[in-house]
């Protein structure tokens, strides 16, 4: 399934040119849908192969591929990436329009699925930031555009990741009760390894208090010795019993 999205910016409009999208359906009683996706210069299979062996039996996952595009950190060499980016820490400039146009990618793959399912994101490294990002986007009832976030989002879990356009965020909120109730009751996991040595421990830390300090009162933040920039199997078993109770999935393991 390919897919694009346009994003609008200062006159200009790019397409961006997804990949394919790789679809993990439940075994059991389909309560939840999370879009999951991959770090830089991955794509969704990887992950959904991954996905498919979790004991999680009542969730679809949606695996996306970024589009490939030119990256700053790379010298402007193409692959898979979400957004551009100058450095892995959320330090650089924001590319807003990549940002954008990915979380409204993610957001359409959700908006389609039945009213009474719950929705989340989740993701890997800058995966992670998407995911992250679309959090602040859904409480704020908007993309960094202003356009609509179309989406309720119950949950979101960001792995070895960080938070994009952290340095806007407090501004942004300032004057709005609604954003600030929405962004205490929405539960985000983040976890993230103290050997990471492409997304640094400390990035992450720092996601996490901006994030806690303008109302993301319900984040958890999971911190594992000796990890570097990978999941093992203790991280992912504790995304699952961290999503079953987030989200209130019945009989969800096997």
């Known amino acids: 399934m390919n897919n694009s999205a346009s994003s609008s910016g200062s006159g200009t409009t790019r397409t961006f040119e997804f990949g394919?999208?790789?679809?993990?359906?439940?075994?059991g009683n389909h309560q939840a849908t999370i879009v999951w996706l991959h770090g830089l210069g991955d794509k969704g299979s990887s992950w959904s192969q991954l996905l498919e062996t979790l004991p999680l039996q009542n969730i679809k996952w949606i695996c996306p591929t970024a589009p490939t595009r030119p990256v700053a950190i790379f010298g402007g060499h193409p692959c898979t990436a979400w957004f551009d980016v100058a450095d892995l820490s959320g330090?650089?400039?924001?590319?807003?329009?990549?940002?954008?146009?990915?979380?409204?990618?993610v957001a359409n793959l959700l908006s389609t699925e039945p009213a009474n399912i719950k929705l989340g994101i989740g993701g890997f490294s800058m995966g992670a930031a998407i995911a992250l990002?679309?959090?602040?986007?859904?409480?704020?009832?908007?993309?960094?555009?202003?356009?609509?976030?179309?989406?309720?989002?119950?949950?979101?879990?960001?792995?070895?990741?960080?938070?994009?356009?952290?340095?806007?965020l407090r501004n942004k909120m300032e004057g709005s009760i609604q954003a600030v109730r929405r962004a205490a009751s929405l539960p985000i996991l983040m976890c993230h390894g103290l050997a990471d040595d492409v997304v640094a421990y400390k990035h992450g830390e720092r996601s996490a208090h901006a994030l806690n300090s303008v109302g993301f009162r319900n984040l958890t933040f999971q911190t594992y010795n000796g990890l570097g920039h990978y999941t093992i199997p203790e991280e992912t078993d504790g995304v699952c019993n961290w999503l079953t109770a987030s989200l209130g999935l019945q009989g969800s393991r096997s």
């Open 20 to 27: 394919r999208t790789h679809v993990v359906r439940p075994k």
């Open 91 to 105: 330090d650089g400039p924001d590319d807003l329009e990549g940002l954008d146009a990915s979380a409204a990618h």
């Open 133 to 168: 990002y679309s959090a602040t986007c859904h409480i704020l009832g908007k993309y960094g555009n202003g356009n609509l976030y179309p989406v309720n989002l119950s949950a979101v879990v960001g792995l070895s990741g960080w938070l994009p356009c952290s340095r806007t």
